[in-house]
């Protein structure tokens, strides 16, 4: 179920609380309530009948009986050879050359202002030791999630990548993500905000080291609206009369409005949420429709809201003048044209309730098949640490999750502090499989009741609701 987050400009003061419950979990893997290990699928548990070890089943072959299509014991011996030969050649062919460093692959999704910031805590990292070579490698977003869960099971794909950690729980059933608990110590895990620890916590195992949280924030332009509105009723009524003004061609209010993450901040506002108390889907409450009867209002009735905006429309449109607010993350921070006069705020409350944006912890996974965890493991180390979190945060503008340096960054930066102030209302992304199969049919019932004139919020949202529960049955959810 999401979960509320803990205050986050509170967790740098509670960090020292919080290091026992951190050290409980570097310490040790699952715990005494930890799942039992499963066993392989198609291969059932041995039952309290089954035969002992030495008692041979009564139409076992005898020990040195051949079977027709066995093969005999030398042969047998001499593929086992072999085989522990291509084993022992492929393990030397991934083993630094004595004297170079081991090289170890980095996918991320960055770009512009992110992006740069990262290639440069790389280069200081790479010239800082001769152990470990990180080589940074730019994968686009949208098939970023495909290509991890395809190559890594193969044993292709990187050693080390950095996403959100909503899909933790779908990698880990599908055996993406190398588990952390025992390897990390618990002063490395003390250094960071608790609520980012905590989103990298599945079945008690730590799984990843933050870097970063992420959620929605209000973007506007100071040229047309000098001051942040307090509520988005008359955030409405000023973005009306700003179209008006301006003419064809401008809009008030824009973002990528068609899909479950950004609309979450009005769904959570409205007393909605994606999962119930006992995590089922909740997409059948009045709170749901409530809220994209809202958003629908946005607009057709108040027609401050364009439909089908991509994420390179929203940065043109505002780097062009031509709207006056937009609702994104600090990834837009960089896309910012200089010539922008902008400010940043917390989102407007709407009919007197607070906005609830997801909030998403990026962080670095070491992949289950790569064959230099522990090489992975420093390099990890360093890109979560003081020093490049620094770095991210003046030159990438993120704000991360590295406590101390976030605390100094809210004193320099007064647009860190508007994102830590926004993460203290937000959700904490659920991470658990069932989430997977909410996302596409979620999307659907959003843009249809939201965008399509002919469509009704409530029944879109029941089908959404009826076609979740019907994928979590197939999937055995």
Known sequence: MCSTPSEWTRGVTKLVAAGAALALIAGCGGGEDAPAAPTPDGVSAAKPNAAKPNEAKPNAAKPNEAKPNEAKPNEAKANEAKANEAKA???????????????????????????????????????????????????????FVDKITITVPRGQGPDLFIFAHNMIGNWVDKGVLEPLSGKVDGSVLKQFMPESVKATVYRKNLYGLPLAFKSLVMFYNKDLLPEPPATMEELIEKAKAIQKDKGEGFDGIVYQAGGLYFHAMWMHAFGGAVFDADHKPAFDTEAQVKALRFLRALHFEHKVLPKGLSGFMVTSLFNDGKAAVVFNGPWFRPEISDKVNYGVATIPTVEGHTPKPFLGVE??????????????????????????????????????????????????????????????????????????????????????????EDRDPKAELEKAQRKILSDLDKAGK
């Open 89 to 143: 050649n492929e393990a030397k062919a991934n083993e630094a050359k004595p004297g170079e460093p081991v090289e170890v692959v980095l996918w991320h999704s960055y770009r512009a202002g992110e992006e740069a910031a990262l290639d440069k805590v790389v280069k200081r990292y790479n010239a800082s030791q001769s152990r470990v070579r990180v080589v940074a490698q730019s994968v686009p977003y949208d098939p």
């Open 363 to 452: 962080s670095l996974f070491i992949t289950k098949t790569s064959k230099h965890k522990e090489a992975a493991l420093e390099a990890a180390l360093y890109l979560a640490g003081a020093e490049s979190a620094g770095v991210r945060m003046r030159e990438g503008k993120q704000p991360v999750a590295h406590a101390a340096t976030l605390a100094q960054g809210a004193k320099e930066d007064p647009t860190m502090k508007v994102f830590m102030d926004q993460a203290n209302s937000a959700v904490l992304m659920d991470a658990t499989p069932e989430m997977q199969l909410v996302w596409t049919s979620a999307d659907i019932a959003i843009a249809g009741g939201g965008f399509v």
